[in-house]
T-cell receptor, first 115, second 115 residues
C-alpha cells in the first residue's frame, strides 16, 4: 500500500518568504507527527496531531511555524518569514494510533533551503 | 525527561564483520526504544523496537538489539555486515512521560561497510 508522502521533495526559497509543506499520511492513521532534521542531527519533534487537533505543539520553535490538519488526514506545515536557520529536512510520520508502542511510518521528507 | 545518546557518529566495518552500534538512554519511566535506519534520500525505516516484552529483540535485515536495564543500553548488532547495510542509524525513545508519544532521537551513527 501507499506510504507517507510529502510534497514538495525539495523547496528553495528566499529569506523572508512564506512556505507550505504538505504531508499525506497512510490512510486511516489517526496520529500524525512533524519532525525537523538538521544536517548531522537526529530528527527533532515539532508537532503531533491526533485526528484534527494538535495534541502537542511544544516542539514548534517559534510563532512563525504553524501546522494544520483540518480533515484529520492531510497536514500542512506553514512557515512564515523564513530564515536561513530554518533550512533542514522536514519529516512527517503517521501512526495507526497515538499508542507509544506503535511504529511511526516516515515519509521521505521535504528538504527546505532558505537562501 | 527522556534522552538518547549514541556513541560514535561514524562506524566503519569490513564486509562480513560484526556490526555494533551503541545507544544509551535516559528515562524516568519504563521506556519504549526503537532503532530506525535511513538510507540516502529516503525516509526513516523501523528496524526493531522494544516494548517491554522480550529483552532481546530481533528486527529486519538480520539486526537485533538487547535491552539492558542495568546499563540503560539498547545496542544494535548484526553478526555479519553486508554492503547494503551502509546507512545512517538512529536510536530513539518514546516520550511516554509526556502528553504525546513523540520520538526522541539520538544524533545518529553513520555506518560504512568496506569491501
Amino acid at each position: 500500500g501507499a506510504g507517507v508522502s510529502q510534497t514538495p521533495s525539495n523547496k528553495v526559497t528566499e529569506k523572508g518568504k512564506y512556505v507550505e509543506l504538505r504531508c499525506d499520511p497512510i490512510s486511516g492513521h489517526t496520529a500524525l507527527y512533524w519532525y525537523r532534521q538538521s544536517l548531522g542531527q537526529g530528527p527533532e519533534f515539532l508537532i503531533y496531531f491526533q485526528g484534527t487537533g494538535a495534541a502537542d505543539d511544544s516542539g514548534l520553535p517559534n510563532d512563525r511555524f504553524f501546522a494544520v490538519r483540518p480533515e484529520g488526514s492531510v497536514s500542512t506545515l506553514k512557515i512564515q518569514r523564513t530564515e536561513r536557520g530554518d533550512s533542514a529536512v522536514y519529516l512527517c510520520a503517521s501512526s495507526p494510533t497515538g499508542v507509544p508502542s506503535y511504529e511511526q511510518y516516515f515519509g521521505p521528507g521535504t528538504r527546505l533551503t532558505v537562501t | 525527561a527522556q534522552s538518547v545518546t549514541q556513541l560514535g557518529s561514524h562506524v566503519s566495518v569490513s564486509e562480513g564483520a560484526l556490526v555494533l552500534l551503541r545507544c544509551n538512554y535516559s528515562s524516568s519511566v519504563p521506556p519504549y526504544l526503537f532503532w530506525y535506519v535511513q538510507y540516502p534520500n529516503q525516509g526513516l525505516q523501523l528496524l526493531l523496537k522494544y516494548t517491554s516484552a522480550a529483552t532481546l529483540v530481533k528486527g529486519i535485515n538480520g539486526f537485533e538489539a538487547e535491552f539492558k536495564k542495568s546499563e540503560t543500553s539498547f545496542h544494535l548488532t548484526k553478526p555479519s555486515a553486508h554492503m547494503s547495510d551502509a546507512a545512517e542509524y538512529f536510536c530513539a525513545v518514546s516520550d511516554r512521560g509526556g502528553a504525546t508519544n513523540k520520538l526522541i532521537f539520538g544524533t545518529g551513527t553513520l555506518l560504512a561497510v568496506q569491501p
